[in-house]
């Protein structure tokens, strides 16, 4: 039960960084000038950047939520084989 916890704390914190890297995306906005500072990086380079690490993150998210339900199937499987319906009450709580 407690990997079924931890799954799940790993997947709202990875919930809150792809929320994080969403309002930063909204933050980059593009200059459509020709002229470049030198050193500097390209905003819509950055920009792609931030939305490649999105889909990146969005993609372990679904990976990990497959896993936590199949984890939670499992855990609600053993619960369901014990006889005792108190037992049962308390150890899905």
Known sequence: ??????????INNKLEEKER?????KKTTFTYREDK???G???KSQMKE???????????IVADIDRFVDLKKEIMDTINQVK????QLLLEM
């Open 1 to 10: 039960m407690s990997q079924a916890i931890w799954l799940d704390k790993i």
């Open 21 to 25: 890297l969403q309002a930063l995306a």
């Open 37 to 39: 500072v030198s050193g």
């Open 84 to 87: 005792d319906s108190c037992y």
């Open 50 to 60: 931030i939305i490649v690490k999105i889909i990146d993150l969005e993609y372990e």
């Open 41 to 43: 990086k390209n905003t």
